[in-house]
């Protein structure tokens, strides 16, 4: 044993250098290591996962992008069809209105033809009697002694044949 000066031992020194070193390497490689490549492979794997939610969020957001735009589509298909069948809506009811004014404009029509019918059979009657009643009233005028009395029956047989409504 070699002392130095202070009661060093330098023989003790290095042996205490070479267990420590010995006890650096034991420890670097049972624990350093394994914790480094544990630590490795926790960050990979959180790294993966990372990955993992950003493509399955970019999917979501991919998703819902198409969701909106076939929405939006799906908007506009049906306010098309809305605006179609507005139109549709509006047309077949000018259809009826028109149906309905012709229908009207014919049945207006048709009372008027029915009307001046009415009144011309009403007024071929009524000279029909009136041709009678003369031709009676001079029949009777003609063949009898009396024309005050032959006037008086003519007046009676207008009356009798004069409507009551007209008085």
């Known amino acids: 044993m070699t002392l130095m000066p202070l ?3 330098i023989q003790q020194i290095l042996l ?3 267990n420590f070193t010995l006890l650096f390497a034991g420890l670097y490689f049972l624990l350093y290591k394994p914790v480094k490549n544990f630590m490795k492979k926790r960050e990979q794997h959180y790294m993966d996962m990372q990955k993992s939610a950003d493509e399955m969020l970019e999917h979501a ?4 992008k198409e969701y909106d735009n076939k929405l939006a589509e799906a908007d506009k298909e049906i306010a098309g069809k809305k605006k179609a069948a507005a139109e549709e809506l509006e047309q ?3 259809a009826r209105e028109k149906d309905a004014e012709d ?3 014919k049945i207006v029509e048709d009372a008027k033809d029915e009307a001046k019918a009415m009144r011309q059979q009403i007024v071929d009657g009524a000279r029909k009697e009136i041709t009678e009643m003369v031709e009676e009233a001079a029949e009777k005028i003609l063949l009898s002694e009396d024309v005050s009395t032959t006037y ?6 207008a009356e009798r044949s004069v409507p009551d409504d007209e008085s």
């Open 7 to 9: 009661n060093i031992d």
């Open 16 to 18: 205490h250098l070479l």
């Open 61 to 64: 957001q991919q998703a819902k």
């Open 92 to 94: 077949m009811r000018r």
């Open 103 to 105: 229908q009207a404009r």
């Open 152 to 157: 008086d029956a003519f007046l009676d047989a």
